[in-house]
């Protein structure tokens, strides 16, 4: 069965600190996504990659930036994390966008 | 843009009643469809899935859907809901050829027992 694991469940930062969420999976999967989940939003795509350092902008990027330096790990990072990224960052990873994604426990954040 | 509407946020229902929850898709091309749930501290898991054949789907725990291609529609059922089925529930879709899924913004299912 797929694993995908994200190294935080619960995280607590200050406002202007450099925030690091890192993901997993172990099925050697091509993509992975990062996405935030807030009440009434849904989930709602930072960034993407298809392949090692490849990455790709999603629908909200801002503030935010990834790494993925080998298959099996796609970090996002906060470059200067703000109030308003306090929310529930969920990691996911598929072979193709024709598979269903397999989710991560979710990271939950909170910014001071 | 592409972009997914699930007709209700909130739905309240007795054990027992039956369940319909809606989503809508707009237009772009060859599609593949997903209902996620996402039961309370758990991480999002699939439900159901449709890439082509059949238009009515069954998934696991007696959920099923139904594509409507001349309405750009997925709706979630059920005959009869049970307290386990308290969630919340996710419809989404991928374009064949893409990388990315676009989530609706879920429903949020509570069972009264």
């Known amino acids: 069965d797929v694993k995908v694991t994200q190294s935080s469940r619960y995280l607590v930062k200050r406002t202007g600190e450099k925030v690091f969420l890192e993901c997993v999976q172990d099925?050697?999967?091509?993509?992975m996504f990062w996405y935030r989940q807030d009440p009434g939003l849904g989930l709602r795509l930072i960034y993407f990659?298809?392949?090692?350092?490849?990455?790709e902008k999603g629908d909200i990027p801002e503030g935010y930036s990834v790494s993925r330096e080998k298959k099996e790990r796609f970090s996002l990072i906060l470059e200067s994390a703000s109030t308003n990224q306090t929310s529930m960052y969920l990691c996911?990873?598929?072979?193709?966008?024709?598979?269903?994604?397999?989710f991560g426990d979710g990271t939950r954040l909170s910014i001071l | 843009a592409q972009s997914v509407s699930q007709h209700n946020h909130h739905v309240i229902l007795s054990e027992a009643a039956s369940l319909e929850l809606g989503c809508n898709y707009s237009?772009?091309?060859?599609?593949?469809l997903f209902w996620y749930v996402q039961y309370p501290g758990q991480h999002l898991q699939l439900l159901l899935k449709?890439?082509?054949?059949?238009?009515l789907v069954k998934g696991i725990k007696g959920f099923e859907a139904e594509f409507i291609k001349s309405k750009f529609s997925f709706n979630l059922r059920k005959p009869s809901v049970q307290w386990s089925d308290t969630a919340e529930y996710f419809c989404?879709?991928?374009?064949?050829?893409?990388?990315?899924?676009?989530f609706g913004a879920g429903t949020r299912l509570f069972v009264k027992a």
């Open positions: 237009y772009g091309g060859t599609v593949n």
């Open positions: 990659s298809y392949d090692v350092k490849m990455k």
């Open positions: 449709y890439f082509s054949g059949d238009p």
């Open positions: 099925m050697d999967h091509e993509n």
């Open positions: 996911a990873s598929t072979f193709s966008s024709n598979q269903p994604q397999h």
């Open positions: 989404a879709v991928s374009y064949t050829g893409g990388f990315k899924t676009i």
